[in-house]
């Protein structure tokens, strides 16, 4: 049975850093991609980041480009997601999840999820 368990999330001060933690069980991960997704209050959804990985290929959403950081470690079936300069927006909860193949944006192509982890950024 695959199971997500997050990590890392807490209320942090704009432009601080936070890590998130995804602990991956279950089976093996090596195929699959690993996606970061958050919800906001009367929000849809949304992408944040993903790895495919085995080939260790990641995608961003645009407003995190340049802040946020998606990488795993095999040896722990865990993969991070490095957030720096956090912004207020960024507050949401924020989910792992998972999918045999390739990246998808849209939410509904991870059949995976962890229960979530509430991330609050303060101005």
């Known amino acids: 049975q695959v199971q997500l368990v997050e990590s890392g999330g807490g209320l942090v001060q704009a432009g601080d850093s936070l890590r998130l933690s995804c602990a991956a069980s279950?089976?093996?991960?090596?195929?699959?991609?690993m996606g970061w997704f958050r919800q906001a209050p009367g929000k849809e959804r949304e992408i944040v980041a993903a790895?495919?990985?085995?080939?260790?290929?990641?995608y961003y959403t645009n407003s995190v480009k340049g802040r946020f950081s998606i990488f795993g470690d095999n040896a722990k079936n865990t993969v991070y997601l490095q957030m720096n300069s956090l912004k207020p927006e960024d507050t949401a909860v924020y989910y792992c999840?998972?999918?045999?193949?390739?990246?998808?944006?849209?939410?509904?192509?991870?059949?995976?999820w962890g229960q979530g982890t509430q991330v609050t950024v303060s101005s």
């Open positions: 279950g089976r093996t991960f090596s195929s699959d991609t």
């Open positions: 790895i495919i990985w085995s080939a260790g290929n990641t």
């Open positions: 999840a998972a999918r045999l193949g390739l990246i998808y944006s849209d939410y509904r192509r991870y059949p995976y």
